[in-house]
């Protein structure tokens, strides 16, 4: 099973020996999306966006669970709870005007038993605050009605929660952004930006660019080029993948639209839900394992730098004394689909073995603190003229569209963040 319609190779022969007005590093959502923000703004601006990978949306962007979320979960105020609303919003405007197939799903988050009621009060609250539209609190029969294979005493129902292939997304921003001048180099990657005279100097692998501005968006590589440019260690990045099955054809029936469990509130990650896609398909997943390497398509894929970055940073050993226990389930889970499929039929009875078949896995890049916090909102950090994304993890997809106006604000307000 492929996880999205990602993503084919982008332009190829720029000239990056001239000076640009503006860099965006990484062709995922988030800085194709920045890239396209700077053009609605600038008509006359020279703006590339550098790739390091052949195609883009190869990483978290092409393999993910494909939710347009609606602003649950996130606490109100946060960067994460405006960005998701606005996001969204933005989000399924895109798809209409670029024809991308999304759909206004729904989506369950289930309560099976009692001492799950506060958590989910919680979140009920948190809804609210964050104006989530149509959010309804359902008891069991309740929730029967919109999912009838599902078990549960209570659940959340959103209605607007959808579903889309950001991947197809990415697509769709890079043929606009092509179309509108702005250069989408593949197979470039960066590796410094350094201040340079009030501007920066961006090393990649086919030389040297001066720009006025840059915008990191490396994902799973933020804090490498970071540090890499000068910036504070902290936060690390720490790479979390996240492996999911897919339904087979009879048992996808059963399925109509996103069901969740109701999460660990310590953890920025929603558990193992089931998730019907816009193809059809239905996956379970995702897990949420720490694993050896950035990219790491296997469980046990290791890359040593990843790997040595991982151990050398306190903070994962804090996440490893805090949250063993949880971190034994993943390994369980990594190791038999029986354990995986355990912990979904919780919520769909009746689910077995035989009805599951492997599909894909992506890696979060989650940013750790020294202490061994899981960093829950966006973080953005701005050094004159550049500035770097060091946490976008879920729900920065859906969010991304917003989550890029935000940026670009704060590129072009000096006054507070130069
Ligand atoms: C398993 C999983 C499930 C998820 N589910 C959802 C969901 O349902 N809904 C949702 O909204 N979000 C979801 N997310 C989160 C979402 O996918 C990410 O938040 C989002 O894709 C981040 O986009 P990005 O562009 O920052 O990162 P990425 O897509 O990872 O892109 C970063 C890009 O930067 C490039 N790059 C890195 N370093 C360099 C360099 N030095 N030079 C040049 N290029 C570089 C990389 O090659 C990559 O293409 C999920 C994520 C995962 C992993």
């Not at 994460?80 to 005007?97: D, H, I, N, Q, S």
């Not at 209570?154 to 990415?170: E, M, N, Q, R, Y």
Request: glycine share 10%; aromatic share 4%.
């Amino acid at each position: 099973m492929t996880p999205s319609s990602a993503a084919s190779p982008a332009t190829a022969d720029v000239d990056l020996e001239r000076e640009l007005d503006a860099v965006v590093v990484g062709g995922g959502i988030l800085g194709l999306a920045v890239a396209r923000e700077l053009r609605r703004r600038h008509e006359d601006w020279r703006i590339a966006v550098l790739e390091r990978e052949p195609r883009i949306a190869t990483h978290q962007t092409g393999r993910n669970s494909g939710v347009i979320h609606a602003g649950i979960y996130y606490a109100p105020g946060s960067l994460k709870a405006r960005m998701c609303r606005t996001g969204a919003e933005r989000m399924v405007a895109l798809c209409e005007r670029h024809d991308v197939p999304y759909e206004r799903c729904g989506k369950l988050i289930v309560a099976i038993e009692r001492h799950e009621l506060d958590a989910l009060d919680e979140l009920e609250r948190r809804g609210r605050a964050n104006g989530v539209p149509g959010l309804r609190r359902l008891d069991g029969d309740g929730l029967r009605e919109v999912e009838p294979a599902g078990t549960g005493i209570a659940a959340l129902h959103s209605p607007a929660t959808g579903i889309v292939d950001f991947g197809a997304v990415a697509q769709a921003l890079a043929a606009e952004l092509t179309r509108d001048g702005v250069d989408v180099v593949t197979d470039c990657a960066v590796t410094r930006i350094e201040a340079d005279r009030g501007a920066a100097r961006v090393t990649h692998a086919r030389g040297v660019t001066r720009a006025r501005h840059v915008v990191a968006c490396a994902g799973a590589w933020s804090d490498r080029l970071a540090v890499a440019s000068g910036a504070d260690v902290a936060p690390r990045i720490v790479p979390f993948r996240g492996a999911y099955l897919g339904l087979r054809a009879p048992a996808r029936e059963r399925v109509r639209g996103l069901i969740y469990p109701v999460p660990d509130p310590s953890l920025p990650f929603l558990g193992v839900h089931v998730t019907r896609r816009i193809d059809g398909r239905v996956l379970l997943g995702p897990t949420a394992l720490l694993v050896g390497a950035r990219d790491a398509r296997r469980a046990w894929s290791v890359r040593t730098a990843d790997l040595r970055d991982t151990l050398a940073w306190p903070g994962t050993w804090a996440v490893g004394r805090r949250w063993w226990r949880t971190g034994l389930d993943e390994l369980r889970m990594a190791a038999s689909p029986r354990a995986f499929v355990r912990a979904c039929a919780r919520y769909l009875p009746g689910l077995s073995l035989a009805d599951v078949e492997p599909a894909f896995s992506g890696v979060r890049a989650q940013a750790v603190g020294r202490g061994g916090d899981l960093i829950d909102d966006f973080v953005l950090d701005r050094r004159g003229p550049v500035l770097h994304v060091r946490n976008a993890p879920s729900p920065a997809a859906t969010a991304s569209l917003a989550l890029a106006e935000e940026i670009v604000d704060r590129l072009a307000d000096d006054a507070r963040y130069g």
